[in-house]
Nanobody, 118 residues
Framework: VQLQASGGGLVQPGGSLRLSCTAS????????IAWFRQAPGKEREGVSC????????YYGNSVKGRFTISRDNAKSTVFLQMNNLRPEDTAVYYC????????????WGQGTLVTVSS
């Protein structure tokens, strides 16, 4: 199982970014995929998750209404559209397998850095 997050960068407050999570070496459509983030000096925080069973989506309270998760099984890719970004969203973002969207991350790869600053 290999997962690779990409799409991070520097953005001003109020701006948008779309992160991508590309998977390889496993049957992607069988796996529930989540995004979590890690900011310096802070605990890991679950951001969002999308179920492989029925496509249900879940969001952390801090990102509800601003972030949208989606998946394209044909391309083995999960997206995280992030709008109205805030400085507190600054972190390294990772995608991971997460059976049941319970925050019990299995496999994850290299993250992508998102910096929200003016």
């Amino acid at each position: 199982v290999q997962l690779q997050a990409s799409g991070g960068g520097l953005v001003q407050p109020g701006g948008s970014l779309r992160l991508s999570c590309t998977a390889s070496r496993f049957t992607f459509e069988h796996y529930t995929i989540a995004w979590f983030r890690q900011a310096p000096g802070k605990e890991r925080e679950g951001v969002s998750c999308i179920s492989t069973v029925d496509g249900s989506t879940y969001y952390g309270n801090s990102v509800k209404g601003r972030f949208t998760i989606s998946r394209d099984n044909a391309k083995s890719t999960v997206f995280l559209q992030m709008n109205n970004l805030r400085p507190e969203d600054t972190a390294v973002y990772y995608c991971a397998t997460d059976p049941g969207c319970e925050g019990k991350y299995g496999k994850w790869g290299q993250g992508t850095l998102v910096t929200v600053s003016s």
